[in-house]
């Protein structure tokens, strides 16, 4: 099973950037993306179930974020808006195991890891 992520880049605060992030060796029903900025824990950014159906997102983030799944191709994306500088962080997919339950933010509930993709959003 692999998780790997792509699409980091530096923008300019306001501006737009799509996080994707491929998955391999299985399906998953829940996947989710999570943040690390420097000195900081990981915090949950946003989480969607097999379908999209059910999605889940940080106070943070509700309103300029969008998670979205394609799963013919095992993808899932996180298009970003309205970036503000403490966005910056270093962005990483994550799957559960488990086939059931809903979208959790919890990270100790996430089995399966990508690489991280940086996003740096300048002021």
């Known amino acids: 099973v692999q998780l790997q992520a792509s699409g980091r880049g530096l923008v300019q605060a306001g501006g737009s950037l799509r996080l994707s992030c491929a998955a391999s060796?299985?399906?998953?029903?829940?996947m989710g993306w999570f943040r690390q900025a420097p000195g900081k824990e990981r915090e949950f950014v946003a989480a969607?179930?097999?379908?999209?159906?059910?999605?889940y997102y940080a106070d943070s983030v509700k309103g300029r974020f969008t998670i979205s799944r394609d799963n013919a191709k095992n993808m899932v994306y996180l298009q970003m808006n309205q970036l503000k500088p403490e966005d910056t962080a270093v962005y990483y997919c994550?799957?559960?195991?488990?086939?059931?339950?809903?979208?959790?933010?919890?990270?100790?509930?996430?089995?399966?890891w990508g690489q991280g993709t940086l996003v740096t959003v300048s002021s």
């Open positions: 994550a799957a559960r195991r488990s086939l059931v339950g809903a979208p959790s933010s919890n990270k100790v509930e996430y089995d399966y």
């Open positions: 060796g299985r399906t998953f029903n829940n």
């Open positions: 969607a179930n097999w379908s999209g159906s059910s999605t």
